[in-house]
Nanobody, 123 residues
Framework: VQLQASGGGLVQAGDSVRLSCAASGGTITSHIMAWFRQVPGKEHEFVAGIGWTGARKYYADSVKGRFAISRDNAKNTVSLQMDSLKAEDTAVYYC?????????????????WGQGTLVTVSS
């Protein structure tokens, strides 16, 4: 499965951004999907994850109540709606996928990664 993330850009604090991740080369139906983010010098940080059907969703404490992950298996896509953005949300955001049943929080648990999209939040 190949993943292509899009939707990043430069926004003001308090604004909203929606990231999308399109999968190709296979179906994501039996994959857990997640968004991670990374700032220079640090490891990938788990942001949000979603189970196969979309019924189970998991969030990092830092984004709970502000971000929402969703998936459309028919379109082979996963999205991350980011509201009330803060300067500390500035990072490169990556979508990731793995043929696991349970959402994982560690980056090395995911076999497939997109190329990343930069979100810059100015204060």
């Amino acid at each position: 499965v190949q993943l292509q993330a899009s939707g990043g850009g430069l926004v003001q604090a308090g604004d909203s951004v929606r990231l999308s991740c399109a999968a190709s080369g296979g179906t994501i139906t039996s994959h857990i999907m997640a968004w991670f983010r990374q700032v220079p010098g640090k490891e990938h940080e788990f942001v949000a994850g979603i189970g196969w059907t979309g019924a189970r969703k998991y969030y990092a404490d830092s984004v709970k109540g502000r971000f929402a992950i969703s998936r459309d298996n028919a379109k082979n896509t996963v999205s991350l709606q980011m509201d009330s953005l803060k300067a500390e949300d500035t990072a490169v955001y990556y979508c990731a996928a793995d043929q696991s049943y349970k959402v994982r929080y560690a980056e090395d648990e995911y076999a497939h990664w997109g190329q990343g999209t930069l979100v810059t939040v100015s204060s």
